[in-house]
């Protein structure tokens, strides 16, 4: 077993900065492809940012390309996710999850460990 603990969230006005982290304890962290996914009310879960064990790959969802980085410190079993120029269309709670696998995966049914997850407002 895998949990995962996300932080960081908040109220934040367009154009602002957040940096969401998700600390991992329990089974060991290595191996894991990481994601961070997002669902806004009345809209599906989907990802946002994955990196792989290695950190040599990640993904990027088109919406934030440019805007968010994805990093990890496997020393730490943690993740990061640093949002930058946030727009109110980036609100949503946030979720970080594990996959037990080499690549990245978009499926968020691929995912073995979810957070309980952590809201993020952005106002107009």
């Known amino acids: 077993q895998v949990q995962l603990v996300e932080s960081g969230g908040g109220l934040v006005q367009a154009g602002g900065s957040l940096r969401l982290s998700c600390a991992a304890s329990?089974?060991?962290?290595?191996?894991?492809?990481m994601g961070w996914f997002r669902q806004a009310p009345g809209k599906e879960r989907e990802l946002v940012a994955a990196?792989?064990?290695?950190?040599?790959?990640?993904y990027y969802a088109d919406p934030v390309k440019g805007r968010f980085t994805i990093s990890r410190d496997n020393a730490k079993n943690t993740v990061h996710l640093q949002m930058n120029s946030l727009k109110p269309e980036d609100t949503a709670v946030y979720y970080c999850?594990?996959?037990?696998?080499?690549?990245?995966?978009?499926?968020?049914?691929?995912?073995?460990?979810w957070g309980q997850g952590t809201q993020v407002t952005v106002s107009s």
């Open positions: 999850a594990a996959d037990f696998g080499t690549v990245i995966r978009t499926n968020l049914r691929e995912y073995d460990y």
């Open positions: 329990g089974r060991t962290f290595s191996g894991y492809t």
């Open positions: 990196v792989t064990w290695s950190g040599r790959n990640t």
